[in-house]
């Protein structure tokens, strides 16, 4: 699975940002939808991380 890195991620909300002067109500509207979903994405996958690394830890605390 490819994560969004966090330098991926500044990037595309300043393209987002850099869009919104230009957009109208609808568009804005649109817009604000889309930075909620890139920033559930990055969440979510930073959830992966935190799950990995307590399933890791679990792992070797067991001693397999």
Known sequence: MTL?????FSR???????L???TDRQEETALLHLH????GIYT???DLHASR???R???LQTGR
Request: net charge negative.
């Open 4 to 8: 969004l890195t966090p330098e991926e």
């Open 12 to 18: 595309m909300e300043q393209l987002l940002a850099d």
């Open 20 to 22: 919104l002067p230009e």
């Open 36 to 39: 909620a979903r890139l920033r």
């Open 44 to 46: 979510a996958q930073s």
């Open 53 to 55: 690394d307590r399933l």
């Open 57 to 59: 830890v679990l792992r």
